[in-house]
């Protein structure tokens, strides 16, 4: 059912890949991810990628051990992720595609053509008390098989919206936006929970963050980019401002 609070998850990953510009130990994600609490996010996300890229598996320990909020792992859909997941039962496993040549995460999880194999990947998880998570494009098909699989979540894909809206191309950006505002609440209408993020920024978050079926918005590049000018707090205390002014 539609709520009134809308939860703010901050994704670190992208402290980690200026770290790794210089391969040294810091900027800390840890401690951007005590930042990011004090400063009012109500969890954290961080991508373990297959290639280390920029959340390490250091990381992910870090986070388990000193963490007082949820933290939101992101991985592929690999045996590998799996086994890592398990040994930690984070509050949530949040399945995403991946490709190596990728800069970022493109488009959503194609569960639709995986059904089965992804059923049964993620029942273990859901027997070790994750929340699975699905991103996925706001595609009835693909929400539909979410919830067949027995996710409890899905994360829609905000890119093209995002994307569009910094194109110029606002007749694609509207659309876009009619597309997740249909899909929030045809999955609302599933029981599912329903998540969104990718390319969020102060420009796009209203309109998204004011859709009553949408729990939570999951915000990281943007943020890591506005913290190098504002600091991390502000950038976040903006963040959440402009979340809760949609929302009142």
Known sequence: MPEKTLRLGVNIDHVATVRNARGSAYPDPLRAAQIAQEAGA???TAHLREDRRHISD????????NLSLPLN?????TDEMQAIALRHRPHAVCLVPEKREE??????????????R??????????????VSIFIAADR?????AHR???????????AYCDAHAEGRLDARDDELVRLTEMARFADSLGLEVHAGHGLTYDTVQPVAALPEVRELNIGHFLIGEAIFLGLAPAIGEMRRLMDAARA
């Not at 800069?103 to 089965?116: F, P």
């Not at 098909?141 to 098989?145: K, L, T």
């Open 73 to 77: 792992f992101e991985m592929a859909a």
């Open 141 to 145: 098909r693909q929400i539909e098989a």
């Open 118 to 131: 992804l059923a049964h990947f993620i029942a273990p998880l859901r027997e070790a008390g994750c929340r």
């Open 42 to 44: 109500d969890g954290i």
């Open 103 to 116: 800069r970022t995460t493109e488009g959503g999880l194609e569960v639709a053509r995986e059904e089965n």
């Open 58 to 65: 250091a990381d992910i320990e870090g986070l388990m051990q």
């Open 149 to 159: 699989i027995g996710a409890e979540v899905i994360e829609l894909h905000t890119g």
